[in-house]
Nanobody
Framework: QLQLVESGGGLVQPGGSLRLSCTAS????????IGWFRQAPGKQREGVSC????????NYLDPVKGRFTISRDNAKNTVYLQMNSLKPEDTAVYYC????????????WGQGTQVTVSS
């Protein structure tokens, strides 16, 4: 079965950190750019960050620049999103997605992991 599985979400206080992981099963991530998306209640899903197949190119949504870092370990078939200085407005369900390139259509979606930033 081909799937992406996210983990690492949870409840954190403002200013705290979380690291999300996205692991593939049934296929290798080497051939895909990987994006992280999020969807807050009542809002549209938005792209947060993306990393190219080699890891040499990354991009970020403006509100998370300087706070979030995307990385990948192809040997572990895993992509990470390190989130620091979290704010209440970062609260959302976070999804990872595999795509041929960062601006291309999504081939696989993960099931999502909840991130809640609250005191």
């Amino acid at each position: 079965q081909l799937q992406l599985v996210e983990s690492g979400g949870g409840l954190v206080q403002p200013g705290g950190s979380l690291r999300l992981s996205c692991t593939a099963s049934g296929f290798t991530l080497d051939y895909y750019s990987i994006g992280w998306f999020r969807q807050a209640p009542g809002k549209q899903r938005e792209g947060v960050s993306c990393i190219s197949r080699s890891g040499g190119i990354t991009n970020y949504l403006d509100p998370v620049k300087g706070r979030f870092t995307i990385s990948r370990d192809n040997a572990k078939n895993t992509v990470y999103l390190q989130m620091n200085s979290l704010k209440p407005e970062d609260t959302a369900v976070y999804y990872c997605a595999a795509r041929s390139y960062c601006s291309g259509p999504v081939t696989y979606w993960g099931q999502g992991t909840q991130v809640t930033v609250s005191s």
